[in-house]
């Protein structure tokens, strides 16, 4: 593993730090080859920080345009799934009445056929001499 070994300020650099015109001095920087580097910033016109204001509203502005349309969207998916219901609510209430109608006709149909089951029994357990008969 290799150590870094940081030195004094004044061995970084041995010249005074001279930036081009319209820049001024910010700092050092060490560059991949270890080597330190001197930092020159300019200072943002104004039509610099127009652009910049006008790239960061664009930004918001399309951030916002995308999550108010992901709320409209859900909205309107709950709204149109209140509305089928809604409008499936008469379907739904026929097929219950219609389900009810069979299970009370099955009822019914059942009742019937037991009636007749135990009036046979009843009739054959009046007539004690047709099952010693049979048997």
Same mark, same amino acid.
């Given at each position: 593993?290799?150590?870094?070994?940081?030195?004094?300020?004044?061995?970084? /650099?041995?010249?005074?730090?001279?930036?081009?015109?319209?820049?001024?001095?910010?700092?050092?920087?060490?560059?991949?080859?270890?080597?330190?580097?001197? /930092?020159?910033?300019?200072?943002?016109?104004? @039509?610099? /920080? @127009?652009?910049?204001?006008?790239?960061?509203?664009?930004?918001?502005?399309?951030?916002?345009?995308?999550?108010?349309?992901?709320?409209?969207?859900?909205?309107?998916?709950?709204?149109?799934?209140?509305?089928?219901?809604?409008?499936?609510?008469?379907?739904?209430?026929? @097929?219950?009445?219609?389900?009810?109608?069979?299970?009370?006709?099955?009822?019914?149909?059942?009742?019937?056929?037991?009636?007749?089951?135990?009036?046979?029994?009843?009739?054959?357990?009046?007539?004690?001499?047709?099952?010693?008969?049979?048997?």
């Amino acid at each position: 593993m290799q150590l870094i070994k940081f030195s004094r300020r004044e061995d970084r /650099v041995k010249e005074s730090p001279t930036c081009l015109d319209w820049t001024f001095f910010s700092g050092y920087t060490m560059d991949s080859w270890q080597k330190w580097r001197i /930092v020159c910033l300019s200072i943002m016109s104004v @039509e610099d /920080v @127009e652009d910049m204001y006008i790239i960061g509203c664009l930004i918001s502005g399309f951030l916002l345009f995308g999550v108010s349309g992901y709320l409209a969207y859900r909205e309107i998916r709950r709204m149109s799934a209140a509305v089928l219901a809604i409008v499936r609510l008469p379907g739904m209430y026929d @097929e219950i009445f219609r389900a009810i109608s069979t299970q009370t006709e099955m009822l019914c149909e059942l009742n019937r056929r037991l009636d007749v089951i135990l009036t046979q029994d009843r009739r054959q357990v009046a007539v004690p001499g047709l099952r010693g008969e049979m048997g």
